[in-house]
């Protein structure tokens, strides 16, 4: 075979799977014969109109499987079909057999490659039968074929739209998913870092500075309280009807990350700029990079006693800085954090940098204006 031939040889059926059957096709199983009988009294002159109708009436139920086996049932009608006609002698000429059109429809709708290519053979050698039976006019045999390829087109094309939407919802949802991990990741290792860190430093002074101790498991309420606050937020944006109703971390949400309790390392924040220049959706991606680089010299950085967040906003765009004082590695592969971090800062047309810088560890990631303003 054919590489396109092969392709279509082993196309699967049509996913997702169909319903096995639904109101509109007990109505149609139910209109046909009505139809056919009708048809054969009140068009007398149609030879053997009444064996016709009879067959047609008895071939409806076939609509009621069409969907899970399409080919089945497109073979069982144009076979019955196809017999009675070579021996009445002519093919049938009540309308109502224009429902055989709705069993290769949906071949081409529901059936898979070797179900699509059984499907038009059996019509074709139908037609060639009946054709060899009874020689119609050019004219007939043209509209004949126009109008099964028109009905296995059109059940090509539905297929084809279907699928495309079907893949297009899959990608959104993938999306929806590397987002949500990317601010899971970023807020609750954040929060939960610091707690562990404040956690640690109170094991160490418990037994020698009550005081100290006291501090310590406030700050470890305060981060805590912080993370059901924003674990919360993200729950109210993924239940919320209007998404855009929920407020989004800013650029001046970068002083929540600032600390002088007594666990080292301190965090400073110093923003410089016209703050309020930056869009939102700039803001929320810089704040959440800034937060998981802290988060990340509090976990990694050994030593380090001072962690400072500078963000500057000029003409050029936004540039953040995250630096540590500690002794980072000289090299790490690159995780979820960073990996979100770059993420972030790309779909915003900037980039995002970490390494060792000096005595510690920093992350830069830089935003030029042409990246929001596009």
């Known amino acids: 075979m054919t590489s396109p031939v092969r392709a279509l040889w082993d196309a699967p059926a049509a996913t997702p799977a169909p319903p096995r059957r639904v109101w509109r096709d007990w109505v149609l199983v139910g209109v046909v014969p009505v139809l056919a009988l009708v048809e054969a009294s009140v068009r007398p002159g149609v030879a053997w109109s009444w064996l016709w109708a009879v067959v047609l009436a008895a071939l409806a139920p076939t609509l009621l499987w069409r969907r899970r086996h399409p080919l089945s049932m497109l073979a069982i009608a144009f076979t019955v079909g196809t017999t009675v006609g070579l021996v009445v002698g002519g093919d049938p000429q009540l309308y109502t057999a224009a429902y055989f059109l709705i069993l290769l429809y949906a071949v081409f709708r529901w059936g898979s490659g070797r179900a699509m290519i059984g499907g038009a053979a059996i019509v074709v050698a139908g037609m060639l ?14 509209g004949g074929i126009a109008v099964a390829a ?6 090509l ?22 987002q949500l991990a990317r601010d899971l990741h970023d807020t609750v290792a954040h ?24 501090e310590v498991l406030r700050a470890i309420e305060t981060e805590a309280s912080r993370t059901l606050r924003e674990m919360r937020a993200m729950v109210g944006v993924l239940r919320a009807t209007d998404a855009g109703l929920v407020p989004t971390p800013g650029l001046a949400a970068l002083r929540a990350l600032e600390t002088t309790d007594a666990a080292p390392p301190a965090v400073t924040v110093s923003l410089d700029g016209d703050l309020d220049t930056v869009p939102p959706a700039v803001a929320a991606a810089l704040y959440r990079i800034a937060q998981e680089a802290v988060t990340n010299a509090r976990r990694h950085a050994r030593g380090a006693t001072r962690i400072e967040v500078q963000l500057d906003v000029d003409a050029a765009g936004v540039r953040l800085v995250v630096a540590d004082d500690g002794r980072g590695a000289a090299s790490v592969d690159p995780g979820f954090g960073i990996t979100g971090m770059r993420e972030r800062a790309a779909l915003l047309g900037g980039s995002c940098a970490a390494g060792p810088s000096g005595r510690g560890w920093s992350v830069t990631a830089q935003v030029p204006r042409a990246g929001w303003a596009s």
Do not use: K, M, N
């Open 157 to 178: 094309a539905v297929r084809w739209r279907r699928g495309a939407l079907a893949r297009q919802l899959e990608q959104v949802r993938l999306l929806e998913r590397e």
């Open 150 to 155: 028109t009905t296995a087109t059109l059940g």
């Open 191 to 214: 929060h939960v870092s610091a707690i562990a860190i404040q956690a640690q430093a109170g094991t160490a002074v418990a037994a020698t500075d009550p005081g100290a101790t006291a």
């Open 129 to 142: 039968l009946t054709f060899a039976a009874s020689p119609p006019a050019v004219a007939d045999v043209i």
